[in-house]
C-alpha cells in the first residue's frame, strides 16, 4: 500500500496549506495578510469574543460529475469580517491580498494536485437587524479542482 | 405546372421549438429548487445558542420567488432568489445583534446542491417534449409537413 503523501494527502493537510499561503503570500511591497489580520484565520467559524478584522475559511468539494472519480471540484469560502464599518479599507486591503495567494495557488506535492481556477468577491451590503449594521465584510469564493493523493493513492495501492 | 415537389426549410420550426423547450425547461428546473428551498425555510433558522428562532418563517418562505426566464445572445436564465436581506445574511453569516454571535445557517445552497440532479432531469425532459410532439410545441408535425407533394392545382397526391 502507497501511504498518501503532500498537502491533498488529507482535507485537514490542504486546509492547512492554503491557510498558511493566504496569510504569508507576501506582495511586491512585502506585505502579507498577516500584517492585517494577524494569525485570525480560522476554519468554518472563529472563536467567541474574537477581535476584529478577522478571517473565516471554509473548504466545500463534491465529485465532479461525469468526471472520472479521483477528481473533485470545491469551493474555497473565505470571509473577512472588520468591525467598527471604518475597516472596511482594511479588509479590502486583506481580500485584495488574498486573491494575489490564491491567483497561482498550484499544490502538485504527493501525487496530488489542486489549483484555483475562479474567484468571485463581493462587498457584503450593509446589513440592518439582526445584522449588526457596524461590521463590514467582504466575501471571497475561489473555485478550485483537486486531485486529492487520498484518493489518487487508492489506484496505486 | 401540373405537378410539382415542394421542399421547405424547417429551420425556423426548429429554432423556435429550441427557444421555446428552453423556457419551459427552465422554468421546469426551477421547480424543483425553488419547493426545497421553502420547505428548508419552513423550519426557521437555527441560532449558535441551540434553538430554533421564529424568524418570521411565513415571510421568509413567501418571498422565494421565480424570475421570467430571461433570453439573449449568450443563451437563457432563469433565477429562483429573495429580496429579503436577512436571508442572505442567515445564508452567508453574520454578527447578529440579538445572539450577540456570529449566526449562519444555510438553506439555499443545500437545496441547490440537493435538487441539481432532479433540476437537470426535469429540464431534459421538459425540452425533450418540444421534439416528441408530447407538448403543444412540438416540432413533429412540423417536420412532417417541411416536405408535401401536391399539385399545382392544390390537390394533393400524398
Redesign the interface.
Known sequence: MILPTGHTRSTNALMESLRSTLLEFEDVNGNTLEDIIGENLYRR??P?NTAFPYG?MRLDT?RSNGFNPLRKTGTLEI?L?G?PSSQLEDISDAADRCEQAMAFYVDSSGGGLAFVNDVQRTE??E??????GE?CGI?LVFTLVIWPAFLSSLTLS | MRMFVDARSNKAAVLSAIQRGQVDGLTAMAYPVFNEVRRQLRHGYHSSLGNWGN?AIGNNVNHVTISPVTVNDDGASITVGTDL??A??WE????????R????DEKWRPAY?ATLDEARAAFARTFHAAFTGSSSFGIANDVAQSVSFGSGEGVDII
Open positions: 467559524a472563529a467567541a473565516v463534491r470571509q469580517y468591525r457584503l451590503p446589513g440592518s437587524a439582526p445584522v449588526d461590521t466575501r | 424568524f436581506d436577512y442572505l445574511f452567508i453569516g453574520h454578527h447578529n445583534i440579538f445572539t454571535h456570529f449566526e449562519r446542491e
